[in-house]
């Protein structure tokens, strides 16, 4: 089965860190892209960042030169440095990954759970 496990959300004060993970089975193989994407209440879920298989990344304007979007292929695992977080920060973190299982051909997007980030003022 394919899953995708994220870690790492939290509490923390306005102008703090967290550094999130999101690692995706084994079984999950020819994954094309990586991001990560948040959820705030009341809000439409929105895209972070996203990183290519070539490490190529993408950000959305309001978390440029604060969040740093990295993977390591080798362990099927994403990563979400959040620097000088705000309060507007604060929703449910996402991971997603495009591949495929690597019992068949066929491309899919896969979904963490989610996890909670919590910024305080």
């Known amino acids: 089965q394919v899953h995708l496990v994220e870690s790492g959300g939290g509490l923390v004060q306005a102008g703090g860190s967290l550094r999130l993970s999101c690692a995706a089975s084994?079984?999950?193989?020819?994954?094309?892209?990586m991001g990560w994407y948040r959820q705030a209440p009341g809000k439409q879920r929105e895209l972070v960042a996203r990183i290519t298989s070539g490490g190529t990344t993408t950000y959305a304007d309001n978390v440029k030169g604060r969040f740093t979007i990295s993977r390591d292929n080798a362990k099927n695992t994403a990563y979400l440095q959040m620097n000088m977080l705000k309060p507007e920060d604060t929703a449910v973190y996402y991971c997603k990954a495009r591949g495929r299982p690597s019992t068949n051909w066929v491309y899919a997007d896969y979904w963490g759970q989610g996890t909670q980030v919590t910024v305080s003022s």
């Open positions: 084994r079984s999950l193989v020819s994954i094309d892209g």
